[in-house]
Antibody, heavy 116, light 107 residues
Framework: EVQLVESGGGLVQPGGSLRLSCAAS????????MSWVRQAPGKGLEWVAN????????YYVDSVKGRFTISRDNAKNSLYLQMNSLRADDTAVYYC?????????WGQGTLVTVSS | EIVMTQSPATLSVSPGERATLSCRAS??????LAWYQQKPGQAPRLLIY???TRATGIPARFSGGGSGTEFTLSISSLQSEDFAVYYC?????????FGQGTKLEIK
């Protein structure tokens, strides 16, 4: 059974940092591009970042460039999102997604709240 | 950035009837278009990729069509479990943008 389990969300002050993690199991993690997708409360889906199979390429939505870093550890079947200089409009449920550029595998999400 | 526009924002359809949802891209995305279903409190679920290929386990009543800038998702004979929000996403250009969603509700 495929599982993606996110962790690391929580309440953080504006300007602060958080590191999200995603533990993958049930599929060959190293064979797929992986993504982070977020959803602000009551809003639609927003693609945030992608990382290539071996971590050699990363792509980001403009609003997070220079602040967020996506990375992966294929030995640990894990995906990460380092989020710095957080802003109120980064408040959202963050989903780990995998299986290629059109992800078939999704976690249940972790809530990040940026507020003072 | 490619802007994906879905219509209508809300679609009211009776169970057993057919629903057709639309997605338009601001420039051509070829056939690099996926559709997702999301129910309240749940993660999205991949329905269609490559504009018209059903993902594993997706019932045949779901069908996708189109290419370039105009795409459709059709659901024949709506079941109670099909009432949800549907999103399209292009993966032809970075960033891989989503549409704003269409809420399919029971009439």
């Amino acid at each position: 059974e495929v599982q993606l389990v996110e962790s690391g969300g929580g309440l953080v002050q504006p300007g602060g940092s958080l590191r999200l993690s995603c533990a993958a199991s049930g599929f060959t993690f190293s064979s797929y591009w992986m993504s982070w997708v977020r959803q602000a409360p009551g809003k639609g889906l927003e693609w945030v970042a992608n990382i290539k199979l071996d971590g050699s390429e990363q792509y980001y939505v403009d609003s997070v460039k220079g602040r967020f870093t996506i990375s992966r550890d294929n030995a640990k079947n894990s995906l990460y999102l380092q989020m710095n200089s957080l802003r109120a409009d980064d408040t959202a449920v963050y989903y780990c997604a995998g299986g290629g550029w059109y992800p078939a595998y999704w976690g249940q999400g972790t809530l990040v709240t940026v507020s003072s | 950035e490619i802007v994906m526009t879905q219509s209508p924002a809300t679609l009211s359809v009776s169970p057993g009837e057919r629903a057709t949802l639309s997605c338009r891209a601001s420039q051509s995305v070829s056939s690099s278009l996926a559709w997702y279903q999301q129910k309240p409190g749940q993660a999205p679920r991949l329905l269609i990729y490559g504009a018209s290929t059903r993902a594993t386990g997706i019932p045949a009543r779901f069908s996708g069509g189109g290419s370039g800038t105009e795409f459709t998702l059709s659901i024949s004979s709506l079941q109670s479990e099909d009432f949800a929000v549907y999103y399209c996403q292009q993966h032809n250009n970075w960033p891989h943008t989503f549409g704003q969603g269409t809420k399919l509700e029971i009439k």
